[in-house]
């Protein structure tokens, strides 16, 4: 197998190899030919935001992505105006309603600020599809070309929790800066003296909220439908403090690229981040996103500086015994990290560095992961306690908990 071919086309573009790939995201070998739905990778997270010119901007000076691409009305894109940045091989495509009637502003008005469209990279559309319609998974758009002057693309989508949808994008013959209908577009923003070319590269991973009992269901939809395998599980003291709990489990494409850890809520003393996350958002949706970094003291110092907000951890997070002998050695001083907030685990493989933001919306949904890999594939798992109880004390300050 060559590097062009296991490499993506952002991959390429954003000059990620395979070793990178690996330390950022875990990344596997994996036979596509006998896989019945291939992925190759993320294409991009689409979100409907309540204003898409000020999300872009703030995704474009807080975390440090890079607009590549516009349509909206100057366009003749006439009930939306859509922004594409990118970070690495990360795509986030921002659109807000322009038109009264636009369905983004009704999805908005549903949901908040969120996550619309997960969409997937994949060799043959039809292929997928057809796969996936003859599992029982609802078709919401059949495989067709898209043309301009750079090429074709091909795309159809697929339903799945809540009113989330998987675009599938085969764009092998095309090299326009998104999609047919967007022109190349630059900001004016000026980065600050000593910024880093970019201060994430690569997406890890998107977690999704379920109501209660339709965790296993949804799992199941990503094996049968999908050809996604059952990558971890966490349920009971795994995922539960004194007051909260839920269950969850991931499932992973065939080279590990793709990772959607799935959570319900699991019955408990108070009512838990799902049930939060459930009640403000209107139904399941994305949760929280993961951008693999390799260098999150850099990357966290650079978005606070700008203004991003990160769960506060105790002190006696850092100062309890029994962590620092799990750890054991990792790249920089556990006063750094403490510091700055970042979260350690470690298992088999290697460990892990991880920081979450607060929601970055006024709804309490969506926030994101930093992650930082040196060999671990997990998730964090001996981090779960001390991240639950930093977002019930969230929980506590908002009046959900």
């Known amino acids: 197998m060559t590097l062009e071919q296991t490499l993506t086309d952002e991959e390429r573009l954003a000059e990620l190899d395979l070793d990178t790939l690996k330390q950022l995201v875990g990344l596997v070998e994996h036979d596509d030919a006998a896989d019945p739905f291939p992925v190759t990778g993320w294409d991009a997270v689409v979100w409907a ?4 010119t000020q999300t872009a901007h703030f995704f474009a000076s807080a975390f440090g992505m890079e607009l590549v691409a516009y349509a909206g009305p100057e366009t003749g894109l006439r009930d939306h105006a859509s922004f594409v940045l990118t970070s690495g091989a990360v795509r986030f495509v921002v659109n807000g309603g322009v038109a009264p009637d636009s369905p983004v502003i009704a999805h908005h008005a549903r949901h908040g600020d969120g996550i619309t469209d997960i969409a997937l990279e994949v ?20 495989a067709h ?36 209908g967007y022109v190349a577009r630059t900001s004016t923003l000026q980065r600050r003296p000593g910024a880093p070319k970019r201060l994430f590269q690569a997406l890890d991973h998107v977690v999704g909220n379920v109501e209660l009992g339709r965790m296993d269901e949804w799992v199941d939809f990503y094996r049968r439908v999908m050809g996604f395998t059952n990558m971890a599980e966490f349920i009971g003291d795994d995922i539960a403090t004194d007051y909260s709990a839920l269950m969850s ?3 992973a494409n065939g080279n590990h690229r793709v990772k959607f850890p799935l959570n319900e809520p699991a019955v408990a003393r108070k009512k838990s981040q799902i049930d939060e ?8 949706g994305a949760q929280h996103l993961a951008l693999a970094t390799n260098d999150i003291l850099l990357t ?24 620092r002998a799990r750890i054991g050695e990792v790249r920089v001083p556990i006063e750094e990290l403490q510091a700055r907030g970042i979260l350690v685990d470690r ?22 992961e930093l992650i930082e ?22 929980q506590d300050r908002r009046g959900n908990f």
């Open 249 to 251: 489990k991931v499932v």
């Open 300 to 323: 966290v110092d650079r978005m606070r500086a700008e203004g991003v907000e990160f769960l506060p951890t105790p002190d006696s997070y850092y100062e309890d015994a029994e962590l």
């Open 277 to 284: 996350y459930l009640e403000f958002y209107g139904g399941p």
């Open 145 to 180: 070309d898209v043309t301009d002057e750079h090429g074709t693309v091909r795309i159809g989508a697929i339903a799945t929790y809540g009113e989330t949808r998987h675009t599938l994008v085969d764009r092998s013959r095309y090299d326009g800066p998104y999609l047919p």
């Open 49 to 52: 935001v309540g204003n898409a």
């Open 373 to 394: 890999r040196h060999g671990s594939l997990g998730f964090g798992k001996g981090n779960f306690k001390a991240l639950f109880e930093a977002i019930e004390r969230e």
């Open 123 to 142: 060799p043959d559309v039809d292929r997928c599809l057809e796969h996936a319609r003859a599992q029982g998974a609802t078709v919401i758009e059949e």
């Open 347 to 368: 298992d088999e493989d290697g460990y892990l560095l991880q920081i979450f933001t607060r929601p970055t919306g006024d709804r309490p949904t969506v926030f994101f």
